[in-house]
């Protein structure tokens, strides 16, 4: 008989063994949900690299014959208001077949394996547990759903002349723009993220807790208070990164990363400043940079471009 095994994409990338289509495999198994069936009705597993399953699962050691492979990956969209925060989009998950999975593979956020194993194989049951504990994509580049709401909990209601003129905001940049940007809004429209399609443009992102206005131009963010004089200056601060009108210097200092970033607004320009504190040894002449800091000293100074620019 046939079974479905995922493989989680980091779990892969970390320390999975290649795999190749008709290979003979021996893996650690937990089950999935089985009111769940694959797309071909099949009894859905999970092999585990970690010895992380969750907590009572039960879990065997299968042994069978890999009979197909495929890569998924499930598109995602910007969590609204969250810069570098990323979630499940609703759509279906990109499925392509393969011949072989290499080992340590990342080209995919996960695997789909069809596995033959035989008719009286022992297979580990399923019970209603917590989800398992998972690595570093149980974490990473996703929020959890109560971002949608304000921190109180509570949707606020369109009576809200902030929230009305948010919506406004987002419609417009919408209409103006579709076929440059993605404009990705909360439910009761508090948040947005407006992520240009192409490279080299100024990504811009706001929410507002009812209290405070955030917002997020390129890796510039101001608070503003929560009024309408302040979705006037959210307004301006959109129309500088379409229009291009958004600068970024970054310098190395012996004990920091500079990022200024300068936004060109009617009235003058906004400057922000971030020091990423590095690490160098006393009289040492290197430094050990990393993440962000690492990034933007790469990246160096960018004259970002307009949305629309070709």
Request: overall charge negative.
């Amino acid at each position: 008989m046939d079974i479905a095994v995922e493989i989680e994409g980091w779990a892969q990338a970390c320390c999975g063994a290649e795999i190749r289509v008709d290979e003979f495999v021996a893996w650690e198994l937990c089950a999935l949900d089985p009111a769940r069936r694959s797309a071909e009705g099949l009894r859905r597993f999970r092999q585990e690299l970690h010895d992380q399953f969750p907590d009572g699962a039960e879990h065997r050691r299968v042994t069978g014959t890999v009979r197909a492979i495929q890569g998924v990956d499930q598109p995602v969209e910007p969590v609204p208001g969250f810069p570098d925060q990323w979630r499940a989009a609703d759509a279906p998950p990109i499925v392509v077949d393969l011949d072989r999975i290499t080992a340590r593979e990342s080209a995919h956020s996960g695997f789909r394996v069809r596995l033959e194993v035989g008719d009286d194989a022992r297979l580990p049951g399923w019970s209603p547990r917590p989800a398992h504990r998972g690595g570093p994509a149980a974490s990473a580049g996703s929020l959890p759903a109560d971002h949608e709401s304000p921190p109180s909990g509570r949707i606020r209601t369109g009576a809200d002349p902030v929230l009305t003129a948010l919506r406004g905001l987002a419609a417009e940049v919408e209409a103006d723009f579709r076929s440059h940007a993605q404009v990705v809004s909360s439910l009761d429209g508090d948040a947005c993220t407006i992520q240009p399609m192409r490279g080299k443009r100024a990504a811009v992102h706001w929410r507002s807790d009812g209290t405070a206005l955030h917002v997020t131009v390129a890796d510039a963010d101001w608070e503003l208070p929560a009024a309408a004089e302040s979705v006037a200056t959210l307004r301006r601060l959109v129309a500088a990164a379409a229009e291009g009108r958004v600068h970024e210097h970054v310098s190395e200092r012996a004990d920091a990363v500079v990022t200024t970033t300068v936004v060109e607004l009617p009235e003058g320009p906004w400057r922000h400043e971030d020091t990423s504190a590095v690490f160098r040894p006393r009289g040492g002449e290197w430094s050990a940079i990393a993440g962000p800091a690492a990034e933007r000293l790469a990246r160096g100074d960018i004259d970002y471009l307009p949305w629309d620019a070709p």
